[in-house]
């Protein structure tokens, strides 16, 4: 998931937590399994009237095992690329998730940590009705596009991705994602919006410093043993003819002297985690982000050197630094600690819950 974070911002409503750590969450949601689309405003208050919180005494051993409850619901994924809509469950959307998401090589714990992360994205598409465009009649909530929603591969993808190791890494995935099963993040009584990464960089993100309000979950921390993934550290080089014809497709009134080229181009702003928030080159002041997007860095955490011919540009970790990061995640599950401590150290004061379904 290098997903545009701004992309990820959605409304939503949800009930409270007032129950413990690992409480149970009722989510009546059958109306999404059981009936086709819901395209009056008096279905969708309907359903939403369906959605309803477990009352505060009922024990949540009681609630498991009532009878009728399902433990699992279906829903319709838009795989882009193939152009089709597969109806798939929730849980098997998750392995999918987690394959496509995460090395399957990573210690089990961190797979889980994934698993929830994952399932809490899902989650909170369809509790917030967040219905893809274009395909609201289709009761669309996911897509397998990791730059819009989160990346998801199927059973044939994972046996071309894998090869002889298909049946180890399935299974693995399949365990980490069935010892988790159901539980999601949850914030002050609604599901969490849990961003993750590939590499902080050593710090991630704090969510104030990306979106203008603060996410209470969403604090910078310390993000150890990253460095073994693939583009922890990264080096590119454009010449100014390059850098410049890059900068005017998306920036046509930028105007830059031809001489002492490099004297324009400085970042002006970093983020207290040291990821740039803005840079001047020339005329035109360019965010952080929208620099690493068009010259396809692998985070805004970089530095310019210009020379002579052109502009060397250095970054450090992969992705967009907030909330989990993956890998990170692997080092403190190889340190000995469970998914649980992982994604409550990268998930600040968020409690897991369970995903009840009826
Ligand atoms: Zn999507």
Known sequence: MKKEVSKRRHNFFWLD??????????????????????????????????????????????????KNQKDDIYINLLRKEKNKIERISLEEY?????????????NLEALKAQAVASRTYAARRI?????????????VYLCDDFSHCQ?????????????KNFEKYYSKIRKAVGETKGEVLVY???????????ASGGKTEDAKEVFSEEIPYLKSVVSRGEEGCPKFSGEFYFT???????????????????????????????????RVRCVKVGNTILSGNQFR??????????????????????????????????????????????????????????????????
């Not at 059981?34 to 279905?43: D, E, V, W």
């Open 17 to 66: 937590t007032t129950l413990m750590l690992l409480a149970l969450v009722v989510l009546l949601i059958a109306n999404i399994v059981a009936k086709p689309a819901l395209n009056n405003s008096k279905n969708v208050q309907k359903e939403k009237d369906n959605i309803v919180q477990e009352s505060k005494n009922q024990s949540a051993s009681t609630t498991l095992q009532s």
């Open 293 to 358: 997007n068009i010259f396809g860095l692998y985070s805004t955490e970089f530095w310019i050197y210009p020379d002579k011919r052109g502009v060397r540009i250095q970054t450090r970790g992969y992705g967009h630094g907030l909330g989990m990061s993956q890998w990170g995640a692997n080092y403190l599950a190889r340190q000995g600690k469970n998914y649980k401590q992982i994604l409550l150290y990268y998930y600040q004061n968020v409690k897991i819950c369970r995903l009840k379904y009826r």
């Open 127 to 139: 509790v917030g009705k967040a219905l893809h465009k274009g395909y609201e009649g289709k009761k």
């Open 188 to 198: 002050n009584g609604r599901i969490i919006d849990s961003l993750y990464h590939a």
């Open 240 to 274: 100014y003819g390059e850098f410049i014809k890059r900068l005017k497709k998306y920036f046509p009134g930028l105007r830059v002297e031809t001489k002492n080229i490099f004297s324009q181009i400085r970042v002006i702003e970093r983020t207290t985690t040291q």
């Open 151 to 163: 990346a998801y591969i199927d059973k044939d993808e994972m046996k071309q991705k894998w090869g």
């Open 94 to 106: 998750v392995i999918g998730v987690v394959a496509a998401e995460m090395p399957a090589e990573f």
